[in-house]
């Protein structure tokens, strides 16, 4: 039976095939197999087509049920691809892992209050306006006179520009205490109470009259926009090297970070510190032939609507008048002890006293030390003799060295040939055994000029310096920070720790002062860069940052903020020169 089956089945294709033949010549047997081939070639030269094709035969073969989401036919087990290729490799945001704590720390420890949103269209009225808002001194706690050794409390109130009160906080505002008969001034520490109020309070430290002074730096409105503008643009300034080889030269861009592939930039990173620079790569040149570093210039931000929060005379550092008299007098000191610290006064109000004042000119230090004034080239040669001084930084720093080589003739500024903004510099007292050099910081350093070969980061300089009692090194690194996200500044300071750690273990002896930033003169152009507000913050992470180590603070922020000259970048010679008593103050303390 079986057999009869099985040659009936093989006589029924054989028949078939013949009838099939019959049917269809066999010149046509040709055409169907070039058919069948063109349309194997196009379902296996598809992946998608043969993708569907291969999970439609394994589900007929499983005939098994499956618990997992069917996945559309289009997308069904792709091969897999190479991953996206990032549009670049570096970040303004990052820092190395081991600090990413600390990053967060320091981030959350300058968190500025809640500020108002500023849409588009936003209305100019609503913001706030420093010649409808006011201030009041509030009476002394318990009544009386004011007393040396008093604190006075001064309410700020902030309105906008049709005269409303703000009910919200997030305004900067500065607040001053000065007498510019006796050329005294000292610095108040506003609070913010989040509501549209502020308090500032201020330490009676001097004799006679005393006027408050309060300004508006910056509205909540114009902090909202800084804050959106340095997180969205930190490109916005740009700068240039020149690449060269030969006669042949090209120029490209340059920054902390670019936004390109890998393949397109040259990358300039110091393996040493981690700290980031990067070019466009030259079209015909190589990495290795960059000669030089330049400042080029920025884009404009903010524009349009928004450049109406940065206008001078208006919005932009203005005093605020006094709703009553802005006079105090302040007697002597009572001899019977006094309370002088008013009892309703918050904690964190009770512990925020000055760092200094001035007073005939000149500046007192509240935080022990003694500064002694160095008013002649004797002075200064004497205190400085035997010493070793090496200055990094930026041009805020360069001042000193300018200052030092000016009043003391016997510093004879030796000749390098090198660029006369950045140098690096050199001098020498021989009779004295007197050495100062001064070096910029690494990039971003808005120079005129630069060659790479002078460019070093202030770590690895610190990482070349002997050290020893004889030794002193100071610096500054703050105003070219402004334009970036405060990650930048954090990894470029704790690069600098370490160094300096390292330079303090092996050489106890060597005394480190570190000069913060200060206030300075602004316009639109000067808010997009160095800005009160960015330097605000990064003098709070600088001193964050160093808190825990040997060193000594020159508290520029204070000394700039409390004379009764106007604001400068590079403050003038009277501040120059205090500042410079306080370093020789430093240097000379156990002479």
Request: net charge positive; hydrophobic share 40%.
């Amino acid at each position: 039976m079986q057999k009869n089956t099985k040659s009936q089945i093989e006589s029924s294709l054989l028949l078939g095939g013949q009838a099939l033949r019959k049917r269809f010549p066999l010149k046509y047997g040709w055409l169907f197999l070039l058919l069948a081939f063109v349309v194997l070639w196009v379902m296996f030269s598809n992946p998608n087509v043969a993708d569907h094709i291969t999970g439609k035969l394994a589900q007929l073969k499983n005939k098994v049920p499956t618990t997992e989401a069917l996945i559309p036919t289009t997308r069904t087990l792709k091969r897999p691809t190479e991953p996206p290729k990032p549009t670049s490799f570096c970040s303004f945001h990052s820092v190395l892992p081991e600090d990413a704590l600390e990053l967060e720390f320091l981030k959350n420890y300058i968190t500025w209050p809640e500020t108002p949103s500023v849409p588009a269209n936003f209305c100019l009225n609503d913001t706030s306006h420093p010649a409808h808002s006011t201030f009041t001194i509030l009476p002394r706690d318990g009544g009386g006179s004011w007393h040396v050794g008093d604190q006075l409390e001064v309410l700020i109130k902030i309105n906008d520009f049709l005269g409303r009160p703000k009910k919200s906080g997030g305004d900067v505002l500065f607040a001053r205490l000065h007498n510019r008969t006796v050329q005294a001034g000292v610095v108040g520490k506003v609070f913010d109470h989040r509501n549209g109020s502020y308090t500032a309070v201020f330490s009676l430290l001097w004799e006679g009259s005393a006027q408050v002074e309060v300004t508006l730096v910056h509205s909540s409105e114009a902090v909202t926009v800084l804050e959106r503008v340095n997180l969205e643009k930190p490109g916005r300034i740009f700068f240039q090297s020149l690449f060269r080889s030969g006669s042949v030269t090209e120029d490209t861009n340059c920054n902390v970070c670019l936004k390109a592939p890998p393949e397109q930039l040259c990358n300039f990173t110091d393996t040493h510190t981690g700290e980031p620079w990067f070019c466009y790569k030259p079209k015909t040149l190589k990495c290795e032939h960059r000669v030089s570093h330049a400042f080029k210039g920025f884009v404009p931000h903010p524009t349009g609507n928004e450049a109406k929060l940065f206008q001078s005379g208006v919005n932009l550092k203005v005093s605020i008048p006094s709703s009553g008299s802005s006079n105090i007098t302040i007697l002597p000191k009572l001899k019977v002890p006094n309370e002088t610290v008013p009892v309703n006064m918050s904690e964190a109000m009770r512990g925020a006293g000055p760092v200094g004042y001035y007073y005939q000119g000149v500046w007192r230090a509240l935080d022990g030390t003694t500064v002694h004034q160095f008013n002649n080239a004797t002075a200064i040669s004497q205190c400085l003799k035997g010493k070793v001084l090496h200055l990094y930084g930026d041009s805020t720093v360069r001042q000193w060295f300018e200052f030092l080589i000016a009043k003391a003739p016997d510093l004879k500024k030796f000749d390098l040939k090198t660029p006369p903004k950045t140098g690096p510099f050199m001098a020498l007292d021989y009779k004295n055994n007197i050495l100062l050099t001064f070096r910029c910081h690494g990039p971003p350093l808005r120079a005129p000029l630069l060659p790479v070969s002078q460019f070093h980061f202030v770590a690895n300089e610190l990482d070349s310096v002997v050290g020893g009692t004889n030794t002193v090194v100071i610096f500054g690194v703050w105003a070219h920070f402004g334009v970036y996200p405060v990650e930048v500044y954090i990894r470029r300071l704790l690069s600098i720790r370490r160094a300096v750690v390292r330079l303090l273990t092996r050489a106890p002896g060597t005394l480190v002062i570190i000069r913060t930033g200060n206030p300075k003169k602004l316009t639109l152009r000067e808010s997009l860069t160095t800005d009160d507000y960015y330097a605000l913050q990064r003098d709070k992470i600088l001193r964050a940052i160093f808190k825990e180590v040997n060193v000594r603070l020159l508290d520029a922020w204070e000394m700039t903020q409390a004379h009764y000259l106007p604001h400068d970048l590079h403050p003038p010679q009277p501040i120059i020169k205090n500042m410079i008593d306080v370093i020789l103050s430093h240097i000379c303390s156990q002479r």
